[in-house]
Structures are given as structure tokens and as C-alpha cells.
């Protein structure tokens, strides 16, 4: 189970120097029937680049399919500068060394629109994201340089959003929308940044009758090094490729899901740099149920 977010090596170098223009080959695969109609962007992560299909884009909601055909999992977001700031204030603030253990204090303050969540290798995921004109970064999770995008107002911009299945929101510090049960098999979620700071959606299969706090006495046995009773195995967290890579305060992303009935649990690790603890330890935490029908079970 992934503990805390792999991003520091990728984003103190994020925006450094210059950002390339990569161009991938021709080879994803074809939308489903629910993401027809967007403009898309096409992103292949490979073990030493991020490559996109086009550095032009139109602006509004943009189909982003990311292939992973690096050897390790990984997945690829979208971010440019916060508000009222520029991408040179971008650079500088990215320019700043933080420790391997830290999320860079940038980032806080980025835009940044979303991407899928964990992809495994070999495997492509797909979001609409809604991008507004102006220059971007194409980023991804492993330690691949970025790209830049631009996206500009044209005849080919969609600007109505796609009809969501399921609407999810992330708070401070908590999700909402997982209290009803999900159907299995192919959706559409919409998952909206509520929140005031950073968030991201984590989710995985977990055995049958969990709850939130079996998934906290997880995390507490894992910090202290101690055995909680009651605590699950890291084996018993089974990752799943339906997420979202970071996400903005204000900002909604349009997530692929295909998930199989069961039991699975929706987490944040990005660190609250209040208090320093992971978001998942201050109550981002939610067990929830997936095509069949049963409430969340008691914490």
C-alpha cells in the first residue's frame, strides 16, 4: 500500500531549466462510448520519459488518456501555476530543495487540474480534465522530466462538462459521496476538490466486513512499529488503477472507473502541512461497498 506521495525527486527538478517538448507514438486505445466528444491528449510514460501526442491543445474539457509502458507503476497529471501567479513564479518556487520525505510547499499552491491514479504497467487509464487557456505541465509520478502544453480557445473547445455516474467530493478532511453503494462495473465519477488544500483519491480492495478503523489501526501499527489487534496485513490492500493523482482546491476531474463488487477503501496520503500527518490519519479514510447493495460498515 502506498504510504505517503513518491513525488519530491520529480518536483524539485519540476519547471527547472527548460521543459521539452516530447512527442509519443501513435498506439492508445480507443475511448468507451462515455468519453466520445472530448478533444484528447494522449500521454505514454516510459521508463526515462513522458511523451505526449500533441503540445497544443483546446482549451476547455480535454479526454487525457495516459499509457504506462514503464516497468514500474506510475501515472501522469496536469498542473500550471496558482492564482495570480506565473509559470516564471512556478519555477522559482519549484526551484526551492526540499527533503525526500517532504511534499514540495509548491505544490500547495499550483494549479494543479488532476490525472489518473496508480497505473500499472502495461495498462492505460482515462480522466476528462477541464483545462483553461495558457501554458501547462504534463507531469508525471515517477521521475521523468515533464512537458509542456499549451491550451487555447478554439472551434474544436467542449465546454460542457461530461455527465457524471458518481459524484465524489474531497474534504478537509474527508470524502463524501461513497455513502451509497457504487455500481460495479463501468462509470463515469466526478470527483471535485472541496477541500482548501491539495488532495488526491487513492483506492483499494480490501477484504469483506473492513472499516475505517481497522484501515487506521493499519497506519498507527505501521508508524509505531507495534501490532494493533485488529489491523489489516499491507497484503490485504489489493491497489486498484481507479483514482486521482492530485487534485486542487476548487477543482473536479472526470474519472474512468471500472471496479468489480466487493469492498474497497478511498484514502489521501497528501501531508497536511498544519499539522504534518497525512490527510488519511486525520479521517480521510472511507470503507465503502461496490455492486452490492450494503451500507458502509461501522467504524
Not at 161 to 187: E, K, N, Y
Request: net charge negative; glycine share 10%.
Amino acid at each position: 500500500m502506498r504510504r505517503a506521495i513518491g513525488f519530491v525527486a520529480i518536483f524539485c527538478s519540476l519547471l527547472m531549466g527548460g521543459l521539452g517538448i516530447a512527442v509519443a507514438q501513435e498506439a492508445t486505445p480507443a475511448s468507451s462510448a462515455m468519453l466520445t466528444g472530448f478533444p484528447e491528449l494522449k500521454v505514454t510514460i516510459s521508463d526515462q520519459t513522458i511523451e505526449v501526442d500533441k503540445n497544443k491543445v483546446p482549451a476547455g474539457y480535454v479526454l487525457m488518456t495516459v499509457t504506462n509502458s514503464s516497468k514500474e507503476a506510475n501515472s501522469a497529471g496536469v498542473l500550471g501555476p496558482g492564482p495570480g501567479k506565473t509559470m516564471a513564479d512556478l519555477q522559482q518556487a519549484a526551484a526551492t530543495p526540499v527533503s525526500q520525505d517532504e511534499i514540495p510547499p509548491f505544490l500547495y499552491e499550483a494549479t494543479v487540474l488532476g490525472g489518473p491514479g496508480d497505473i500499472q504497467p502495461g495498462q492505460t487509464s482515462q480522466v476528462v480534465i477541464n483545462i483553461p487557456a495558457g501554458d501547462w505541465a504534463v507531469f508525471p509520478e515517477g521521475n521523468q522530466p515533464p512537458v509542456m502544453i499549451t491550451a487555447s480557445d478554439s472551434a474544436d473547445s467542449n465546454t460542457t462538462a461530461p455527465a457524471a455516474d458518481l459524484s465524489v467530493d474531497l474534504g478537509d478532511f474527508f470524502f463524501s459521496g461513497f455513502s451509497d453503494s457504487a455500481t460495479a462495473g463501468q462509470q463515469l465519477w466526478k470527483v471535485t476538490n472541496a477541500g482548501k488544500q491539495i488532495h488526491m483519491l487513492v483506492i483499494g480492495k480490501v477484504p469483506e466486513g473492513t472499516t475505517e478503523q481497522q484501515v487506521l489501526d493499519t497506519f498507527t501499527a505501521q508508524d509505531t512499529g507495534t501490532p494493533v489487534p485488529g489491523a489489516l496485513q499491507e497484503s490485504d490492500f489489493q491497489p486498484v488503477s481507479t483514482g486521482v493523482l492530485l487534485l486542487s482546491s476548487g477543482q473536479s476531474i472526470w474519472v474512468s472507473a471500472s471496479l468489480d463488487a466487493g469492498t474497497y477503501v478511498a484514502l489521501c496520503f497528501v501531508t497536511d502541512p498544519q499539522t504534518g500527518k497525512v490527510h488519511a490519519m486525520e479521517g480521510m479514510v472511507s470503507v465503502f461497498q461496490v455492486g452490492k447493495g450494503m451500507a458502509t460498515p461501522a467504524s
